[in-house]
């Protein structure tokens, strides 16, 4: 049993940037991604209709990126679009097998919810509880996680279902940073969130 409770129907999977981006031979691979990818199928299945990806979009240049951004992209140059192979911004095929038409959001940044039509899609749903899962568990989950708090939504995160190429970050994020939320997320297994939202 949850700490809060069993899932309720307004539940919603977010899976966050299953990419072949992060999970293929990249300067951004985050080489565990895979190892997740069984868990995520089972979320997503066992609610037809209830996942959104959101999934991590890079610009053409640096330059036409705002702010920091841009130094960030001036950095990380080979994953501007023009630098990555054909479908490479695409889910990892299992995903991209059962993800529905309209589920795929496309995100400039870390956070999911930068993007209206993130909100805009949660509220047509009727969602106030998010249940996460995805990579990278210290940047772009927890970017949307706290996002996710600060509108009110019951989080829960899948602690074996996120993970990141930092495995450091991947586990503070889990054991240090997400517990002081405690009144808003909750950090499960795959097995105790399919029992919850049955």
Known sequence: MLRF?????????????????????????????????????????AQPGRTLFPRFVT???????????????????????????????????????IAPPGSIIDKPTHSAFAVPEFADRLA???????LVTG???????????????DRGFRIVAVSDATTSSSLPGHCATLDLILPRFDQQVEIVTTEAALRAWS
Request: one cysteine or more; hydrophobic letters at 45%; charged letters at 15%.
């Open 124 to 130: 047509a749903l009727g969602a106030d509880t998010l």
């Open 135 to 149: 990579v990278e568990t210290d940047v772009c989950v927890l970017g949307t996680i706290l996002d996710g708090i």
């Open 5 to 45: 409770g069993p899932l309720g129907p307004n539940t919603i999977h977010v899976a966050i940037d299953l990419q072949r981006l992060f999970a293929e031979d990249t300067v951004w691979s985050t080489p565990t991604l895979m190892d997740i990818v069984p868990n995520v199928v089972a979320l997503t299945n």
């Open 59 to 97: 610009p053409q240049a640096a330059a036409d990126a705002p702010g920091t951004w841009r130094r960030y992209y001036t950095r990380w140059h080979d994953v501007t679009r023009p630098m990555l192979a054909s479908g490479m911004l695409d889910l990892v095929a299992p995903l991209a097998a």
